[in-house]
């Protein structure tokens, strides 16, 4: 309990949100690490999951790889990436990259094509006879109707990304994983359950959001899936 309340000073103490090593900076640099990871994921798995998800060929297979990716051991690729690209060590925010993208890749993936998936044949069917071209039948039918679920599969994507991106520390990058390992150096356990609350708060504040952002994308008639 003593352990519970000196972290919670130390949350709230002023002094610990300035300065270029303080939450405020290391919330930003967090952030940034997401963002960037994020959207090399997206740039990777909008087209893919678009196009299997469009035609219903290959969704077996990329279900099966997304969930692989899943199970990637990151602290581990991260250590063999760092050592092993040219500049992996010179420029860890590269390896860092690498793995937390490989990381969001699956649950975005696999929701987009989740989505398309749900969305019911004969609905597409029907398009398709009353004359619509698979143009629209993409960007009219399916895309709005899976909307839903593919944006929580982007939601999975960035709390996971977000909770993983602690890992980034070990190999001397910022964020908010560095009160993890630099309190753990010094067996500084207040500051470590400060970082953690951090991260913990962080992932359930964005989670919450695109929650949210879920619900307002579901058009108007059709009933929650879950």
């Not at 698979?134 to 679920?149: D, F, G, M, S, Y």
């Not at 996971?160 to 630099?182: K, N």
Request: with cysteine; glycine share 10%.
């Amino acid at each position: 309990m003593n352990q519970l309340s000196q972290a919670l000073a130390y949350l709230t103490s002023s002094a610990n949100w300035a300065g270029p090593a303080g939450f405020a900076a290391r919330l930003a640099q967090h952030l940034g690490y997401t963002a960037l990871a994020v959207t090399f994921a997206a740039v990777i798995a909008v087209p893919l999951g678009v196009a299997v998800g469009h035609t219903r060929r290959g969704a077996t297979a990329i279900m099966a790889a997304a969930g692989a990716l899943r199970a990637l051991p990151v602290l581990g690729l991260l250590t063999w990436l760092a050592i092993a690209l040219p500049k992996g060590v010179t420029v860890p925010l590269i390896p860092a990259t690498l793995v937390l993208v490989l990381l969001g890749v699956a649950p975005l993936l696999a929701g987009i094509v989740a989505g398309f998936d749900s969305v019911e044949r004969d609905v597409i069917y029907s398009a398709r006879a009353a004359g619509y071209s698979e143009a629209q039948i993409l960007t009219r039918v399916e895309l709005p109707l899976a909307a839903p679920v593919i944006v929580g599969g982007l939601r999975s994507c960035v709390v996971q990304v977000i909770a993983t991106a602690t890992v980034v520390s070990y190999i001397g990058l910022g964020g908010l994983g560095r009160y993890l390992i630099d309190g753990l150096a010094v067996q500084d356990y207040p500051r470590m359950v400060a970082g953690a609350v951090l991260v913990t708060a962080l992932a359930l504040a964005v989670d919450l959001a695109l929650a949210g952002v879920q619900r307002m994308v579901r058009p108007p008639g059709v009933a929650k899936s879950g």
